[in-house]
């Protein structure tokens, strides 16, 4: 197998549906096949014809036959046939046939001219010199049987290699076999929620994803909401209801939570706002769980990028039996790599494997054994190390672009993550989202995090994604961000 | 980038997270965390720590902390020094967990000595240098918003590459802006059904895949059975009611049929047993579909593994805006790569587009390049005759073996494929299968193909599939089937 670039004329045709139509004359018919296939552009302008010989022995007819017919065709005008280069269909003024007219009108009438959208890491850094490495000695080590129909649970190289990673860098207790690939969070909660292996309510914190309530509503699972503090969610709502609302909201809400069957907690990172989770609370909402049978859902998105020194490992580490640990390499890596893992308590294992079913098997199996091979080489902790030390010093920009420009705006969630939060003196957010808006950024207000069931005080935010744009781009999207928000009081 | 193999001494854990608790010593705290890690398995035996420096600065201490908390955990016996080998966890007897005990009960006693079950395709000839070589050229000239965020249709490069591949070697008639990537067949399926672009009852051949009716059902999807016969799907009852059935039944059928939306077919070789559908019954199911306002999804599941001289085309070929036309990789690849595709008429784009929402996009990008590469460099052309002419090879062998063993047994639906049909006498399906499970045989006879509801009489018969086998045992597995079959009358 040679490497090298396959040359453009040899990018041929090999295969050719042709119907011969009528008893007639077998050359007429095949002219008349190849002509209707180049008219109606099934045959696109350059494709290469396959050779007479391999045409002939595909259709039964004598060689001559179809030297013939193409001859006829150049002829025509319909085929080129150059030394070398073999029968190609000409080259046509007109497109063979009109595009589709899409429908929708594109989300955006422009697009802005600085990106600081949260939630995707830097496409421009993926890793393609160190995964197609890792691609190969996956490919070239794999088992016949990894091409062959699969495991739902996932490859076991992946879980195994995951099994290590995790509890090396995230303090996670599992073993393989506790493991379950999916293709990312979304396929996640679909898989525990859509497949029966929990049931709602669910209580989820005030500002969060709205994809991830979306998702869930269409599951048929009921959030409710619980308060979000400096300290992190305000797990003590899950026993005791909700603090400062009137009596008779606070009694709604007390038996709205008792209800809940589970509690979805981004504890390394709060989900947009800020800060981890208390250990004290770590701890309240473990032994809550455990005192009423309730499961944890922790969605580790960003666990591996921490900027700070303090330590924040998953909340799975305190309990296994009462904690579904969730991550994928969206963030780490790229959403392009559709490859996310559930991390189970034993006795949920079994449900999800059910779940997913024997012919369900999302994930690609070779993208699972490339990252097996990545995170055992060592080339995933160079990575995230590498992209670590980039999003650090892209965070540092913000903040020193904050301080020289706005020093009186002050930034939370700065201690890890790929987005910080720009805090906005009460009511003011969608003013200051018009002028981001007149200075051509893209990028979000707080409001639509905002759970519309939450009953704590809105906040008023900026969500500032630092990790996408280009290098040359980013100091003068800081700027135009400066100048658009409020000035001192 | 080197692409050599990474040494194993490289394997280094370049993250570790560590908890240093209390208000005491900083070594002390250190050494107590990093016992921990070990004893409770988090650090497995051979794991290379980080050096000094490094963990240093990650948990803000002076390098020699780090050094003399390593020196005493060497000391202690839970690490070992090596010099050019760093500081690694001590190899221990005992493994650190228990693994979980599984408590499903394995699916057979013991492995078949022959596997005949249809469905998979050969996984010992996954081209994995010619995938390799694709996927180099790809990432290496993707650009990079290849790996942001992603079109849920799909890339374009893929579709692009399919529009040109369907029509040349399928006659499918479209553009790329027709197409919307999934991950294979039952994707596609849950898609249409699930995301209710299509709604129910549906038509299917009296026999298909358990499976996909199961998915329907899920869906909440009524699935009415049409007969077969030597033409394939009888087609007219779609427009005339059930043949062959008492007065009563008849206008039953006819009523359920009435209502149908929608027709499943597998035209090109009808699954599982056997022939395509006769060039007057695709004209006349495209006639309804036009009159009646009424959709084909057409499955063309092994269209590419023909081996007779007879082209069979894509029904979407005569109406592109009344055939959904699903395809694969599953047969043609592997089931590993998850790729699969919606050729659609132009009013189910949108439908489709938005069942698949903005945030779905299960599809490896990184594969859907891969492919797209591979398919364009004619690799994927190459690939599919090779194995073309390894299936005819098999095939041959099959009824090489029946005519020499069993002349008396008809072998079905060999025109194509990776499988074969053996009719039996009526009634005597269970007894075969009981004599090839004593011949250590893996197979499936017709049985479980047939829809429930099905009218027509039932054949019996064993579904042979000749891919999986590897070369040297396959002789052996025919000659255990032949010894398995019934002696002539």
């Not at 076999?177 to 909660?189: E, Q, T």
């Not at 922790?298 to 009462?322: K, N, S, W």
């Not at 020289?404 to 993550?417: D, K, L, R, S």
Request: aromatic fraction near 6%.
């Amino acid at each position: 197998m040679t490497d090298s670039w396959v040359n453009s004329a040899e990018r041929i045709g090999a295969d050719l549906h042709v119907e011969l139509a009528g008893s007639g004359s077998r050359r007429a018919a095949l002219i008349h096949a190849l002509r209707a296939a180049v008219q109606d552009g099934r045959l696109a302008p350059g494709t290469r014809l396959p050779p007479y010989r391999s045409l002939a022995a595909d259709l039964g007819l004598a060689r001559n036959t179809v030297a013939d017919a193409y001859a006829e065709l150049v002829a025509e005008g319909w085929l080129t046939a150059r030394q070398g280069s073999g029968t190609r269909v000409a080259p046509r003024a007109e497109p063979p046939r009109p595009a589709r007219v899409p429908k929708k009108v594109p989300r955006r009438a422009a697009a802005p001219a600085h990106n600081l959208m949260q939630g995707q890491p830097d496409a421009g850094s993926f890793p393609r010199g160190a995964w197609l490495s890792a691609a190969r000695r996956a490919l070239n080590t794999a088992p016949n049987e990894a091409f062959g129909p699969g495991d739902p649970q996932g490859r076991i190289e992946l879980r195994r290699a995951l099994a290590g990673y995790l509890a090396r860098v995230r303090g996670v207790r599992t073993t393989p076999d506790r493991i379950v690939i999916c293709s990312g969070f979304a396929h996640a909660l679909r898989l525990l929620f859509g497949g029966q292996v929990l049931r709602g309510p669910l209580a989820v914190e005030s500002y969060g994803l709205p994809f991830h309530r979306s998702l869930l509503a269409e599951a048929g699972v009921r959030t409710v909401p619980i308060g979000l503090d400096e300290q992190g969610a305000r797990v003590a709502e899950l026993m005791e209801g909700r603090e400062g609302e009137v009596q008779e909201a606070r009694e709604a809400a007390r038996a709205a939570l008792k209800d809940v069957r589970a509690v979805l907690l981004t504890p390394a990172h709060q989900f947009p706002t800020g800060g981890p989770l208390h250990p004290e609370r770590r701890a309240a909402v473990v032994d809550w769980a455990r005192a009423r049978g309730r499961v944890i859902l922790e969605d580790d998105y960003d666990g591996e990028f921490r900027y700070d020194r303090e330590p924040v490992g998953a909340v799975q580490g305190l309990d296994p039996e009462r904690v579904v640990y969730l991550g994928s390499v969206s963030k780490s890596l790229s959403p392009a790599v559709r490859l996310g893992w559930m991390v189970l308590p034993e006795q949920l294992v079994d449900p999800v494997l059910a779940a997913k079913g024997q012919r369900e098997a999302w994930a690609s199996v070779l993208d699972q054994l490339t990252l097996a091979e990545l995170i055992e080489s060592g080339g995933y902790d160079r990575h995230v190390r590498r992209m670590r030390q980039r999003y650090r010093a892209r965070r540092d920009q913000l903040l020193a672009a904050l301080d020289e420009h706005a020093p009186h705006i002050t930034a939370a969630g700065i201690a890890a993550g790929l987005h910080a939060v720009l805090r906005l003196p009460p009511g003011t957010e969608r003013a200051v989202l018009k002028a981001t808006a007149w200075q051509g950024i893209a990028l979000d207000g707080l409001a639509p995090y905002r759970h519309p069931d939450a009953t704590m005080p809105g906040q008023d935010g900026l969500v500032v994604g630092y990790a996408t744009p280009p290098d040359h781009a980013y100091q003068a999207a800081l700027e135009a961000l400066c100048r658009a928000l409020p000035p001192a009081p």
